[in-house]
Nanobody, 126 residues
Framework: QVQLVESGGGLVQAGGSLRLSCAAS????????MGWFRQAPGKEREFVAA????????RYADSVKGRFTISRDNAKNTVYLQMNSLKPEDTALYYC???????????????????WGQGTQVTVSS
């Protein structure tokens, strides 16, 4: 079955960096668009970033643009989220997701995605 496993979360001070990874199995990774979402306590899950299956097109939430970078390695079946200049408001559970719809770049809605990981916690202290 399809599995998405996130890793790389942790506790970091404001201004610091983290790199999240999401390893995929049970699917043909190279044909799936991939996205990252996050959910803070008491808030709805929100879109963070997405990347086309070829890796050449990306999109970002305004709140992370210029600080976060999404990338993928199709040979390793892995998608990454490099997070720099972290802020306390970035604290959340981060999820990766896979979109099999073959559109140019995956969407920003949870409904656009077919498979989800269990999440990795990112905590940014002030």
């Amino acid at each position: 079955q399809v599995q998405l496993v996130e890793s790389g979360g942790g506790l970091v001070q404001a201004g610091g960096s983290l790199r999240l990874s999401c390893a995929a199995s049970g699917l043909t990774f190279s044909i799936y668009g991939m996205g990252w979402f996050r959910q803070a306590p008491g808030k709805e899950r929100e879109f963070v970033a997405a990347v086309r299956r070829s890796g050449d097109l990306t999109r970002y939430a305004d709140s992370v643009k210029g600080r976060f970078t999404i990338s993928r390695d199709n040979a390793k079946n892995t998608v990454y989220l490099q997070m720099n200049s972290l802020k306390p408001e970035d604290t959340a559970l981060y999820y990766c997701a896979a979109d099999r719809s073959l559109i140019a770049v995956p969407g920003t809605s949870m409904r656009d995605y077919d498979y989800w990981g269990q999440g990795t916690q990112v905590t940014v202290s002030s």
